[in-house]
């Protein structure tokens, strides 16, 4: 499994929207700018969590986006499963279900599901409102 810089990016998204929960809708262009990314690339990005529900999205002048729930109700699994779509350490395994042929006498099988449960139940064991405390707390050790 390696995350892409969508779903990375995706993720520190959020957590800028989620560092902002003001009144007002952040804008794609200040995100941009806080996060160093191309406000192009973060559109499409954006674009996916706006579909799945995960961000709304507000339209005219003062436009932008905001979480649609609390930081501590989304999972980092649950971002990066819709933004990179199977988290899963081997190809085999991508449909939650293994498909191999080979899977009824395969010795490594058993290594790569262990794997993928690792991971799955740590991903989503952490929130965004951890990433978001975490960005917090360090922030206030430096000097």
Request: proline share 3%; aromatic share 4%; charged share 30%.
């Amino acid at each position: 499994m390696k995350i892409s810089t969508k779903g990375r990016y995706a993720l520190r998204i959020m957590i800028d929207l989620a560092q902002h929960p003001g009144e007002d809708a952040v804008s794609l262009r200040d995100i941009a700018e806080r996060q160093e990314v191309s406000a192009k690339y973060l559109e499409l990005i954006v674009s996916v969590l706006n579909k799945a529900g995960f961000v709304n999205s507000t339209r005219g002048k003062s436009g932008g986006y905001r979480l649609s729930r609390k930081p501590e109700e989304y999972t980092v699994g649950s971002i990066l499963k819709l933004t990179e779509g199977s988290l899963s350490p081997v190809a085999c395994l991508e449909n939650r279900r293994c498909t191999c042929s080979r899977a009824t006498r395969c010795e490594t099988l058993p290594l790569w599901l262990h794997l993928d449960h690792l991971i799955d139940d740590y991903l989503e064991s952490v929130t965004l409102r951890d990433l978001v405390d975490q960005t917090i707390a360090s922030e206030l050790k430096e000097p």
